[in-house]
Structures are given as structure tokens and as C-alpha cells.
């Protein structure tokens, strides 16, 4: 009897036990598919957004509104990838008592962090194929964004300002960056 083909599980990169919906901050990057530069290019070390980039942009910036207790913090769209902070909080002023019966100060629901990614990527991956149909967008191969994302839990001030500064020096870097298609041929 044939035996079952081996099934490919990848390894998680989370922490083990950890509750990505409880409050504090979190480090986000996801990457397009195959690493195709569809949203812009860098030119001097600027990030120069086309009109994928700013459409990114604009999903990322409805974070807050979608999800009550998510504040964006820095973020930075680059030509293949997307780099951004989440900050998860734990009351928020401005529900009030008509809310559904929360009072102010009333503790949010708490959102994972992937249903978060899971958002955004769903709303940047069907404005993306909409723009390809009417606007003539460069057409992806199977998907938009990679499968999975990349994140790192904030754990102190000094670990925030140093992610602060990766993300906004990133256009500047990317003639070596790993993610860079060009900077990578041949090697």
C-alpha cells in the first residue's frame, strides 16, 4: 500500500503562547509576491509612490478606523514591500454609551494582529485587481502579497526608536537591500 506524501508544515515564526492581541506595539513587514516592484520605485534614496504605492497607503491609513483599538504608528511603503508599526491599545475615549452598550473606558474587543494583516491585504489585493481591470495596473502572477508576513513584538523604547529609524532611513538603503530584486542579481 502506498504510503500518504509527506505534508509540508511550515515552522511558525510567532512566539509560542504569545497574545498577539494584547496590547502594545508590534512591528509589521509584508512582502509582494515573488518580490515584483509594483508600487514605485526609489530614486535617490526617496521612495517615489505610483498609484499602487498610494493606494497601499491609503488601506493602511483606515487601520485605525477599521479597528478601534489599533493606532498606526510609522509606516513606509517600498516598491516590493511594506514596512509598519501597530499599536494595540487597551481603552478607548471615544466609544460612548450608544456604542452598543460600552461605557467610556470600556476595554475594546482586542484584534490579533493577523486579522489586521488579514485585512489589509485583503482590501489592498481587491483594489489592486480592480485597478488592474480598469486602470491598466501591472497584473500579478496568483497573488498580491506573500502567503505570510514578518512581525516582531516592541518590547521597550529604545527597541521602538530603533525600528522608527530602520523604517524611515529604508528608501536610503535600498540599493543594498535584500529585498531589492537589482541589488540581489547575481549573487
Request: proline letters at 6%.
Amino acid at each position: 500500500m502506498p504510503s500518504e506524501p509527506r505534508k509540508l508544515r511550515r515552522r511558525s515564526i510567532r512566539l509560542k503562547d504569545y497574545d498577539y492581541a494584547q496590547a502594545g506595539a508590534y512591528f509589521v513587514t509584508i512582502c509582494t509576491q515573488g518580490r515584483r516592484c509594483l508600487f514605485g520605485d526609489v530614486a535617490q534614496g526617496d521612495m517615489r509612490l505610483n498609484d499602487a504605492g498610494r493606494m497601499v497607503t491609503r488601506w493602511w491609513e483606515e487601520v485605525s478606523a477599521r479597528f478601534s483599538s489599533v493606532q498606526s504608528d510609522l509606516y513606509a511603503v517600498m516598491p516590493n514591500h511594506f514596512h509598519g508599526i501597530v499599536m494595540m491599545v487597551g481603552a478607548d475615549p471615544r466609544v460612548r454609551p450608544d456604542d452598543g452598550g460600552a461605557h467610556a473606558g470600556a476595554p475594546l474587543p482586542r484584534t490579533p494582529l493577523s486579522h489586521i494583516v488579514r485585512w489589509f491585504k485583503t482590501m489592498t489585493t481587491n483594489e489592486y485587481i480592480q485597478q488592474v481591470k480598469v486602470a491598466g495596473w501591472p497584473a500579478f502572477p496568483a497573488r498580491l502579497w506573500q502567503r505570510n508576513y514578518y512581525e516582531h513584538v516592541i518590547r521597550n523604547s529604545q527597541d521602538l526608536n530603533d525600528i522608527r529609524r530602520y523604517i524611515a532611513e529604508n528608501p536610503r538603503r535600498w540599493e543594498t537591500d535584500s529585498e531589492n530584486p537589482e541589488a540581489n542579481e547575481g549573487r
